[in-house]
C-alpha cells in the first residue's frame, strides 16, 4: 500500500474515534491481565470493543460519551490500571504521542503491565524516538494494520483513507533481549468476521 499525506485538516484536540475492528484485532494477538485504561477515550470506542466481563476505563481531557471521565492524562500520578490502550492524540511533530507512550510506561511498570498505543504504522522509525522503541527495554510487538481505518467520526472519501497505522506494544514482563514480534492484523480469520 502506498501511504500519502492526508489532504484533510485535523481535528479539534485530534479526535479521531476508533472503530471496534482495530481493538478487536489486538485482543486477538495480545491478552491484558487485571482490565484496561484508555486516557484518550473520545467516545469510547476503543473500550466498548472489549470483552463485556473486561474490566475497563476511560478519560479524556474532554469526553465526548458518558461514564468517561474527564481529565488530563497528565495530571495522573499513579498508576491503577495495569495495561493502557489508546489511540493518543500526535500533537505538532508527534510529540505528544511520545508523552503519552512516556508516561503510560511510567504508570504501568510498578504493575507489570501493557501499553499498547495505536500510531501511524512509520511512528517507530524517527532516531528521536529510538529510547522509546528500539533501547526500551519493554518494547514487544508492532502489528501493522493491513486495512486502513476509517474513523466513526471522521468523513472520508469514497476511495478512502490514505495512512497506514500499527498497534505498537510494550510489555515489562518482557524478557530483556528478546526479539520484537513483528505481526499483520486482522489475521485471515479475524478479516473474515469483521468484513
Known amino acids: 500500500m ?32 487485571g482490565g484496561i485504561f484508555d486516557p484518550a477515550a473520545g467516545d469510547g470506542g476503543i473500550l466498548n470493543a472489549l470483552p463485556a466481563s473486561m474490566k475497563r476505563h476511560g478519560s479524556d481531557i ?12 497528565f495530571d495522573i500520578k499513579a498508576g491503577s490500571w495495569p495495561n493502557i490502550v489508546t489511540n493518543p492524540p500526535y ?5 505528544l504521542a511520545v508523552r503519552f507512550i512516556e508516561h ?3 504508570l504501568t511498570k510498578p504493575m507489570g503491565g501493557k501499553v499498547a498505543m495505536l500510531l501511524r504504522v512509520d511512528f517507530d522509525s524517527a532516531k528521536t524516538r ?4 528500539a533501547d526500551h ?19 472520508q472519501k469514497e ?4 495512512v497506514n497505522h500499527a498497534w ?28
Open 2 to 33: 502506498t501511504q500519502t499525506a492526508s489532504k484533510y485538516d485535523r481535528l479539534d484536540l485530534e479526535k479521531y474515534f476508533t472503530p471496534a475492528w482495530p481493538t478487536e484485532a489486538l485482543l486477538s494477538a495480545e491478552s491484558f491481565v
Open 62 to 73: 474532554s469526553p465526548d460519551a458518558d461514564g468517561i471521565t474527564a481529565i488530563d492524562f
Open 91 to 95: 500533537g505538532p511533530g508527534g510529540r
Open 104 to 106: 503510560a510506561l511510567e
Open 130 to 133: 529510538r529510547h522509546i522503541f
Open 137 to 155: 527495554l519493554a518494547y514487544a510487538a508492532k502489528y501493522v494494520l493491513t486495512r486502513r481505518i476509517r474513523w466513526t467520526n471522521f468523513e
Open 159 to 162: 476511495a478512502g483513507p490514505t
Open 168 to 195: 505498537l506494544v510494550w510489555d515489562w514482563r518482557k524478557r530483556a533481549g528478546s526479539p520484537v514480534t513483528l505481526g499483520y492484523l486482522p489475521t485471515p480469520e479475524l478479516e473474515q468476521s469483521v468484513a
